[in-house]
């Protein structure tokens, strides 16, 4: 995978080079030992010059985000002998989420990773994932998401010339502002707190108490400097690696929603690929999802305590959860009025914990 950030891939976790090490080591035990009948496996190393895939993302390069896509990226490149190369363009290079996701359905990019932000305009039932409080841990998201509902909601984008390739993990999110500790709806009222340009997302944080800013995300940070919003929320190793931790130190933990993203594939361009060659990406895919799910959630405390012990953030953990819930039930109501089997499909989520 390039970039044009050389030295961020020197800082490659350590796991990542031993799967690129092993694919070497396959790729030169293999070397002319084309893959029986298989259409796009038999070529030698860069027979051809290879089909460049731009990727990008908000994150900045030691996200969880790029070490899905890195793990993603060295398995395909490997896998079809160099035919695909992937090139990085992370920390907003190629535009905000909705851009990128723009993009993909336009076929200027082939793939993209993105959270789910932008992604309820292109798909309604989106709107579901974006819901407040709907999954209590991990394990239940992934089995829900990984399972025939998450597949049905992915299936949906098809509509608009996209394709879900795979879910992956942005993570549980956390309130953070500048300007007090905040435990209750109560002590929300009057800060102004971005979210993401979801529509559940605008309805929930106002029903916490927040006033609700919708904003992309390359705004964000110097709207916090000049005062423009008082708070943000995103998960804690967001917090820590968008740099949010140096201008909004107090942090809430109220899980309000748990996040994830998406690896979003141009329809048309997925279709056009060799059977081969899409069942190598949806493996990679997959393959980098479980890697980065293992890595997100291994770092979510650490980035708590780093926010903690290095940029002197006060983490609030004594949250009125109860009060929180309470404050959102309006925006179940509206929202499962509008999506078709939404309230079946909330119900066996819900079942899953
Ligand atoms: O890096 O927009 C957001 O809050 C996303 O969580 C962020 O862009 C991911």
Known sequence: MATRRTATWVAMVAAVMLLAAVSALQGVAQAG???????????????????????????PPQSHYWVGMRVMASIVEDMTKGRFKFEAYPSSQLGGERDLVEGVKLGTMKLTMTSTGPLSAFNPLMKLVDLPYLFTNTQQAYKALDGPIGRQILAE?????????????????????????????????????RVMESPVMVDSLNAMGAQAVAMAWPEVFTSLQQGVIDGQENPAINHLNNRTVEVTPYVSITNHFYN???????????????????????????????????????????????????????IERQIDIAGFQKAVQPVYDKYLKQIPNGESIVKQIREMK
């Not at 029986?36 to 990008?56: C, I, N």
């Not at 509509?159 to 435990?183: H, I, P």
């Not at 998406?262 to 279709?271: E, G, S, T, Y």
């Open 260 to 314: 994830p993203a998406v690896v979003i594939a141009n329809l048309a361009w997925w279709k056009s690929l060799s059977d081969f060659d899409r069942q190598v990406f949806q493996k990679a895919a997959e393959t980098s999802r479980d890697y980065m799910r293992w890595f997100s959630n291994y770092y979510d405390e650490a980035a708590l305590k780093t926010a903690e012990t290095q940029y002197k953030n006060k």
């Open 157 to 193: 984008f098809e509509k608009q010339g996209l394709y879900g390739v795979v879910w992956y993990e942005n993570g549980f999110r956390q309130l953070t502002n500048s300007k007090r500790v905040v435990k209750s709806p109560s002590d929300l009222k009057g800060l102004k707190i």
């Open 33 to 59: 030992q084309p893959a029986a009948g298989q259409s796009g496996a038999t070529e030698a190393w860069g027979d051809k010059s290879p089909v460049v895939l731009k990727v990008g993302s908000t994150a």
